[in-house]
């Protein structure tokens, strides 16, 4: 046999090695892991979801009543304090000076993404969400984030405190000076 041969058969007994290993191994576990899809599905049906349903709160077909209350709901001082946190902390930054959105999403909208319950928006505050909502729960204590969720759900309401200023009545047609036609309109 000249070297050739010998790296040939290397060749053949490595690859046999692996296949022998490969078939082995697909054996082993077979019971932990589904073999099909539809055994996935279940699997994946059974087990509880990771963290929030964007769409799922109130309004978005999700009717039960959260466990956890805000301590501080229906307390206008607390409104008044969550307002000068959200100035505070630049909330206003991203959601606009009256929370109606800019860089961030508009808090005066009935519907959103993470839920308007107050849990919904104490764990958005808490923990950020991933498209630039920063986590605020290891910079302000709970008390300071369910001031500012007393805040938030008091917007659009008589509740709130120092609300926008209303739209100003629309002028009448030609009432504005016409700075190319001087000394008309």
Not at 14 to 31: E, I, P, V
Not at 32 to 41: D, E, F, G, L, T
Request: charged letters at 15%.
């Amino acid at each position: 046999m000249n070297a050739l041969d010998t790296t040939g058969t290397f060749a053949t007994a490595r690859m046999g090695l692996l296949l022998l290993g490969a078939l082995a191994m697909s054996g082993c576990g077979a019971d932990r892991y589904p073999s099909n899809v539809a055994s996935a599905a279940t699997l994946a049906m059974t087990q509880p979801p990771i963290g929030p349903d964007p769409g799922s709160g109130v309004g978005e077909g999700d009717t039960h009543e959260p466990s956890i209350k805000n301590p501080f709901a229906g307390s206008q001082e607390a409104r008044e304090q969550g307002r000068q946190l959200f100035v505070q902390m630049n909330c206003y930054g991203c959601h606009g000076g009256h929370a109606g959105g800019g860089m961030g999403p508009s808090l005066r909208d009935p519907a959103w993404i993470y839920g308007s319950t107050p849990i919904d928006i104490f764990s958005s505050i808490s923990q950020g969400r991933g498209k630039g909502m920063p986590a605020w729960g290891l910079r302000l204590p709970s008390d300071e984030i369910w001031k500012l969720v007393a805040y938030v759900q008091s917007l659009g309401t008589t509740d709130e405190p120092d609300p926008p200023s209303p739209a100003p009545p629309e002028a009448p047609p030609n009432s504005a000076p016409d700075p190319l036609m001087p000394g008309k309109g």
